[in-house]
C-alpha cells in the first residue's frame, strides 16, 4: 500500500492531462441529472437536447458525447476535476449559462429534490457563478419550462 501511494506522488503514471470542455460540461450535466438517484428518458434527452443547442452538435454527435462524459463522469472521484475546466476556459456569462443549462436538467421532472439543490449550491461557486447569478439562471430554467416561481 505504501509503494502506492509513493507512486502517486512521483507521479508513475505519468502527467495529469485535463479533459476537453466539452467533456467537462456533457459530465456536469449528467451529475446533475442524477442527483436526485434517478436518470430517466426525459432527463437523458434533456442533456442530450442541451448538448446539441449548446454545443452545435448532432443528435449522433451528442450521443457520442454524452456516452464519453459519462464514463468519465463515473470514473471521477469529485466535480472539480470538470468544474476546473469550464472555469478556466469560459467567460462569466458563459458559467452562467452551463449553470441555467445545470438547472434546467434538474427540474425537467418538475421536482426540486434537496439533493439537486445541494449539488447545484455546491456547483456554482465551484464554476465561479455568484448567488444572484445562480438564481437567475434558475428563473431562467423555470420560466423555459413552464414552471412557476416558487
Request: glycine share 4%.
Amino acid at each position: 500500500m505504501i509503494d502506492a501511494l509513493k507512486s502517486l506522488f512521483r507521479g508513475a503514471k505519468g502527467p495529469r492531462t485535463e479533459l476537453p470542455l466539452d467533456v467537462c460540461v456533457a459530465a456536469l450535466l449528467i451529475e446533475a441529472a442524477r442527483a436526485d438517484g434517478v436518470y430517466d428518458a426525459d432527463e437523458r434527452a434533456a442533456v442530450l437536447r442541451l448538448l446539441q443547442d449548446m454545443l452545435d452538435l448532432s443528435p449522433a454527435e451528442a450521443a457520442a458525447l454524452h456516452d464519453r462524459a459519462d464514463a468519465e463522469q463515473g470514473s471521477a472521484a469529485d466535480m472539480v476535476r470538470f468544474t476546473r475546466v469550464i472555469k478556466m476556459a469560459m467567460e462569466e456569462d458563459q458559467r452562467v449559462q452551463v449553470m441555467q443549462a445545470l438547472w434546467h436538467v434538474v427540474l425537467v421532472d418538475h421536482d426540486r429534490d434537496p439533493h439537486e439543490n445541494a449539488l447545484l449550491r455546491h456547483l456554482a461557486p465551484l464554476l465561479g457563478v455568484d448567488d444572484r447569478h445562480s438564481v437567475t439562471a434558475r428563473r431562467r430554467a423555470m420560466a423555459t419550462l413552464g414552471e412557476p416561481e416558487g
